[in-house]
């Protein structure tokens, strides 16, 4: 029997100690998802996957059994998933995940380092290095627990059964052994021989005979009983057992399902930001993507734009024809062209100077204003004598 009990007790300290091992949360990325250091982006995407679909709020918040409840229910869940998805998240992004990679070596080497030296100075002893004092004092703990339980709750449990079980005859005969040897106890009490009284002297009355019936004490008068105080009024424990009633079960069940919801809820907020946070990055990203597209566009321009003015000398001569360009901040510009010259030259020698603003026309301040639409056409087309020209803002 004791050998029995002392098997039962080191099973249930397996278990308990099974417990305790897999309600320890993960203490890096690497095991919150269960790869390998060495592993790629495909293998983090499948483990993260895996580890999602496992540990999922709502997928949790649908089990039940004193196993599940044992391991630590849809908290235990919501903590796992939330380490899933941050470790997706680090071990996704390659700068990311360098930077972590050299923080966790950082912190194993100093872990590594404390241990020898705590070797190094006679700290380690006889004792081998998995040996944990609070690890033990658990175990121990746990083994006398167990046991106790085992002594007065299950073994009377299994005794009870056991009872229950036998047949109603060896129930029966074991009642009559007990009450013949009780009778045979009283029996031999009686037969014993009574001391003889001395000579001379009457013998003593029997004193079962003449005892006086037992006194019996007065029963005190109730005193009033005092008005009890207002349940509120007291701590929990010293309330009247009518406002100490056991909670209520539906309302158990709806605080959980509150719990699961608010954990639900909070996990569906965090999902939608993480989304929206993505989608403003990716539009930020293509805004930038899309300026430095215009700027180097207008570089281009620009550039081909002093090409053709280097190759294109000043005009001397009568076919000479002085424009004269004035721009919204700062000197005007001046060239000579020929008369020739198509308008789009003069566009290009403003654009060349690099003071106009990047989206600009030219309009022409001679009688009647008007703005240079046809950049084919001659200088010729805007009369003879000088030509003010006057730069407008497009973009303004």
Known sequence: MAGARFAVACAVAAVAATVFLARKDPTDHYSALGVDRRATKEEVRAAYKQAALKFHPDKCASKRGLWHALLGGAARCARRFHAASAAEEVLSDDAKRIEYDVELARIEFERNARRQRHHAYGGGGLLPDWFRPGLVVYYLFVACLCLVIWTYAVAPVLRGAKRAVEPKQVAADRSAARMAAVRRQQEALSAAPRRPAPVGRPPAPDARDTAPPPRRRPVPAPAPTPPLPQPGLLPPLLQPPAARRPPDASAERESSADEARRIRSETDDAYARSLAEDQRKEEQRAAEDAEAAREQVI????????????????????????????????????????????????RSFVDASGRAPDNFDLVYVGPPMRTLDDDDAPLSSLGPGPVALMVTDLDA
């Open 299 to 346: 570089r281009d321009r620009r550039e081909a734009a002093r090409q053709l003015l280097a190759a294109t000398p000043e005009a001397t001569g009568p076919t000479a024809k002085r424009v004269r360009v004035r721009l919204p901040e700062g000197q005007p510009l001046a060239r000579t062209f020929s008369y020739l010259d198509p308008i789009s030259l003069v």
